[in-house]
């Protein structure tokens, strides 16, 4: 899953450096945050949580810049009952990145200060509840709409007309919406054979907008096979 949210990113990348617009930067954005979602609970999967369970009477404890004591503070303080992910243990220092609750993203902060417990090690499993690391099964999908047949080296006239009348029913269906008529108009298209970049990026935003994302991948790596500089197919990828 972390593999497959770093993909799309770089594919939002590609696509906004082919053809820049302000709704696929927001989808861009989006996709970088669920990618540093996941790599978050991978990590917390791995790694060792903290809570924090001192400063109650003073909003949260001191965090610093750096592991030593005389280093600067940052301006806010973890707040007690926040939950952070370890990153680094030096004796009673711990550096963190912030899982739950307020405070600054990351820093250090002491465990403990003299006879008071600051911050305690909590148990493996509550890992898994705080970020929601165990992953819901996925529903899954019909199978793929075929591709296009790889012996046609090129179209007849009669099938190019009927390949450009199934597109126009395609966009006629889709002013409708009925996603339904607009894939199998497309995929009528498709099986004629020379499928172009476009149409296969085409089906893969029906596909997508039914709700069948891996479908929709299929097609838009066939179209960027054809196009590498396909920017829709990058998009929707």
Request: hydrophobic residues 40%; proline residues 4%; negative net charge.
């Amino acid at each position: 899953r972390l593999e497959q949210w770093e993909e799309a990113h770089l594919d939002f990348q590609e696509g906004l450096r082919l053809d820049f617009d302000e709704a696929c930067q927001d989808e861009a954005d989006a996709a970088k945050a669920k990618f540093e979602e996941q790599r978050a609970a991978q990590e917390l999967a791995s790694g060792q949580l903290w809570e924090i369970v001192g400063g109650a009477d003073k909003g949260g404890i001191l965090v610093r810049e750096g592991r030593e004591t005389s280093s600067a503070q940052l301006p806010q303080r973890l707040a007690t009952g926040a939950r952070v992910l370890e990153l680094e243990l030096a004796g009673d220092r711990l550096r963190y990145r912030l899982v739950t609750g307020t405070g600054p993203r990351e820093g250090w902060i002491s465990t403990s200060l003299k006879d008071k417990v600051l911050a305690c090690r909590v148990a493996a499993s509550a890992a898994a509840e705080v970020i929601g690391a165990k992953e819901e099964e996925e529903e899954e999908e019909p199978p793929f709409p075929d591709l296009a047949p790889e012996g046609v080296a090129e179209l007849t006239e009669e099938a190019e007309d009927k390949q450009h009348a199934l597109n126009a029913e395609a966009a006629d269906a889709l002013e409708d919406g009925d996603l339904p008529l607009a894939l199998q108009k497309l995929s009528e298209a498709v099986a004629l054979g020379c499928a172009t970049a476009l149409l296969y990026s085409r089906r893969a935003q029906v596909l997508l907008q039914l709700g069948r994302p891996k479908a929709a991948v299929s097609d838009c790596t066939a179209a960027l096979a054809i196009n590498p500089n396909q920017a829709k197919a990058f998009k929707i990828r």
